[in-house]
């Protein structure tokens, strides 16, 4: 006798998707961010402790400390005391675009998995977290809290966020998509830019689909100068989150494509392997597009996809960013 399959996040009431969330994140990545880093991107602290030689081929030119040296007429960079305390900040995408999956979680659920991941294992003592979210009807606004009860919170908020066709239009009808009343994700960096006034980290969480330009060459996105001003000050993280779909098209004939943000239909006949081609070619380069806005503006970049095992892939990532701590810049390629 087969037994019935175990039921998907999407299935489980909130307080049941809560609490399989933060056993999945205890179970898998409890410990692993814990220890003498101040978060999800290992680096300095940011307060001064006095001056040491510097070291050719391990420090960065830009921690030198010219006043010493000067007196010294030997070379000096400062040193930082690693800060104990770490307040993360939050920008979730919880725009139409995120409500699309065809695997076991949709997007915005995955988001909200990432969401748990950074807040189980960031929590410590006097470490905050705090949050804006991007949804159908502004942009809610969390500020920057400690406790298990926090985090929960702001997760509940996320699972209950309203989805396309859950709010009424003017005339009292469900709303059938974006509207250009809702914030993107420039109004959500800047309202970062604002309330992250102490140095720490912030975390992006989005499909950044938003006000993408179509020629992959173009001028980058407008949320590319607001992202870079806050990458001046924070560590910034940007969490990429995609569906296998969203790739690739299958081969399953007549299908109605929608675009949920502006809600316009078009049919596809996905039995052309040349459409399917370009189809591949076209999100491949938008994704390369996204990857080096990214890059450039001075975020660290992790993928998520809703088809792969995302605790694994946070797994990786933190790995690959510990590896990389503890390798001098010169052996790096001079890329700090």
């Known amino acids: 006798m087969t037994g019935a399959a175990e039921p998907g996040l999407a299935d489980l009431a909130p307080d049941q998707r809560l609490r399989r969330l933060e056993l999945t994140v205890t179970r898998r990545l409890d410990g692993l961010l814990h220890g003498r880093y101040r978060g999800l991107l290992p680096g300095p602290g940011s307060e001064a402790a006095g001056s040491r030689e510097y070291r050719p081929g391990e420090d960065e030119v830009r921690r030198m400390d010219w006043a010493v040296t000067a007196r010294t007429t030997v070379p000096h960079v400062r040193e930082v005391d ?12 919880a725009s139409p675009s995120m409500e699309y999956g065809t695997s076991t979680l949709d997007k915005r659920e995955l988001a909200v998995a990432a969401v748990a991941a950074i807040g189980f294992l960031t929590a410590g003592v006097g470490n905050r977290l705090g949050a804006q979210v991007l949804t159908l009807d502004g942009l809610r606004r969390f500020p920057a809290r400690s406790g298990r009860t926090h985090l929960l919170g702001l997760l509940r908020a996320l699972l209950g966020a309203p989805r396309t066709g859950e709010l009424p239009d003017s005339d009292g009808a469900a709303g059938a998509g974006r509207t250009d009343a809702a ?13 992250a006034t102490r140095r720490g980290l912030v975390v992006i969480v989005s ?5 993408l330009p179509d020629d992959p060459d173009a001028a980058p996105p407008p949320w590319a100068a607001a992202l870079r001003r806050l990458a001046v000050r924070h560590q910034v993280l940007a969490v990429e989150v995609t569906d296998p779909r969203e790739l690739e098209l299958p081969d399953v004939g007549l299908v109605t494509l929608v675009d949920p943000e502006s809600g316009r239909h078009r049919e596809v006949w996905t039995g052309d392997p040349g459409l399917r081609e370009r189809y591949a070619r076209a999100a491949a380069e938008q994704r390369d597009q996204v990857r080096r806005t990214l890059r450039r503006a001075g975020a660290t970049h992790l993928a998520l996809r809703t088809d792969r095992d995302w605790c694994a892939d946070v797994v990786r990532y933190v790995h690959e960013q510990r590896r990389l701590a503890t390798v001098p810049a010169a052996a790096r390629g001079g890329v700090a």
């Open 82 to 93: 690693a800060d104990r305390e770490l307040t993360t900040w939050l920008l979730v995408d």
């Open 183 to 195: 914030p993107g994700l420039v109004d959500g960096l800047d309202g970062l830019q604002r309330v």
């Open 207 to 211: 499909d950044f689909l938003d006000e």
